[in-house]
């Protein structure tokens, strides 16, 4: 069924970059098989999928949006895409997104834009917005996605679907093409709360192949999800976010769902967290340096694409590489390297990065402080619905400013979750609220969210 949606409309969402059906039907055989055997099987199994293409995918194309990955079919899977197939979920394909995950928009992508099931004329988010298409357009349940500041949460909000980003470390990193190391989590996508946990189940958990992943069990989001429980809970409404730039419909949907809460139980006050104001500018440091170094493994010898620089009979590797480099990476890639290796220069690095880090530090201090009196935070995700595509594209600022709700959690490495929070009067395109929780209480996400639906 999900094959034959596709069929029908991605013509005209474009949220997919390849689509494998011979796979998913082989692997959804082989479930109903083992079914049929009376076997025991995991919850999940039969549940088809999309993965975002920034995560490797033995034997599939994986190419992250970008020209210099075209072609490039990895030799082995993602943790969590070994999770997924032992999971026995068929995978349908990979989905779009923003080069390198780069962006709010798809706009990045050097495969074209995807676009938003609401209004094709109007972007799906991004970098995950191929992820949360699929799932607004029903061409799948499910996806994955990944959320480095903010591509998980903001898609799902201009889509009217969930997304959570999990604390930094829950999910294994290994097997997705790094944008800024400190900051990449990967998540699950759905249309429901207890969906989305159950994804975040089978995605998450220790891995000794990342250095960074978190040696303890997943936190009991199924649970939380189930359970939809807020009576008692103390939730903290972020001064700073919510305020000029946002959305009048935004904000009153965002009202609305902050007394929804209140109704079910829950104790509601503001939060002040004043540094969240430089969370913006922090991060369009870090992230660019991080990426910067990241990105210095596609040098036209190791991986995808190689050209070879006209009129010169015998280049040097350096001559290979810039040929190479010109053509594979998109304008958007070229600015952050160029930003992210200026910051990272000897004489501006203290200034640079040195602040940018300074801050990180101040931002988790802000987090620490707010979670010693309240249980969650909550925000509007986004300051706006969903733009029209082309509106932001030759404004970087904007397109950034996008983010300015979403990258605090990223910097301190907390959970978030975004849920639907209906749609604003203005535009009726779909809006979302924001919940926020302490590293590793990833369920409160989950109670929370669950009680909104
Ligand atoms: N839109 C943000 C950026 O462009 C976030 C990207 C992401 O989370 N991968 O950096």
Redesign the pocket.
Known sequence: AHLDRIAAVDGQVHAYLHVDAEGALATARAIDERRAAGESLPTLAGVPIAVKDVMTTKGLPTTCGSRMLEGWIPPYDATVVRHIKAAGMPILGKTNM?EF????STEHSAYGPSRNPWDLERIPG???GGSSAVIASFQAPLATG???????R?PAAVTGTVGTKPTYGGVSRYGLVA?ASS??QAGPCARTVLDTALLHEVMGGHDPLDSTSIDAPVPPVVEAARRADVAGMRIGVVKELGGEGYQPGVRARFDEAVALLVERGAEVVEVSCPNFDYALAA?YLI?PSEASSNLAKFDAMRYGMRVLPEGIDAPTAEQVMAATRDAGFGDEVKRRIILGTYALSSGYYDAYYGSAQKVRTLIAQDFARAYEKVDVLVSPTAPTTAFKLGDKLDDPMA??L??IA??PA?LAGVPGMSVPSGVADEDGLPTGIQILAPATKDERLYSVGAALE
């Open positions: 923003d995950a780069m962006g709010s991004g970098s995950g990944t959320d480095t500041g903010g591509s998980i903001q944008l900051l990449d991060y992230l397109m950034y996008n983010d979403t990258i990223n």
